[in-house]
Nanobody
């Protein structure tokens, strides 16, 4: 059973930073595309950022561009989402997702990913 495990969520004040991690359980994902999504209370799950297998292709949603950085370390089998200058609107459950092929223009579509983590809560509040 292929699983993804996120970690690093928590409570942070506005303007603060958090780094989320995502690691697969049960498979090496060096050739998988990775996406980060989030879901705020009462809202649809939305794509935040995505990265292809070698890191050459990276996309960011307009709402996080310039504040979030996606990366991956295939040697450690881990992907990251560095979140800086956090705002209250960034509050939600953050999910990582993986797919064997790069979704390209559909990297923010939930249907583009085969595997999902259980999510980690991020709360931005003073």
């Amino acid at each position: 059973q292929l699983q993804l495990v996120e970690s690093g969520g928590g409570l942070v004040q506005p303007g603060g930073s958090l780094r989320l991690s995502c690691a697969p359980s049960g498979f090496p994902w060096g050739y998988y595309a990775i996406g980060w999504f989030r879901q705020a209370p009462g809202k649809e799950r939305e794509g935040v950022s995505c990265i292809n297998s070698d890191g050459a292709n990276i996309n960011y949603a307009d709402s996080v561009k310039g504040r979030f950085t996606i990366s991956r370390d295939n040697a450690k089998n881990t992907a990251y989402l560095q979140m800086d200058s956090l705002k209250s609107d960034d509050t939600g459950v953050y999910y990582c997702a993986a797919n064997p092929t790069w979704p390209g223009s559909k990297c923010y579509d939930r249907s583009s990913y085969s595997y999902w983590g259980q999510g980690t809560q991020v709360t931005v509040s003073s």
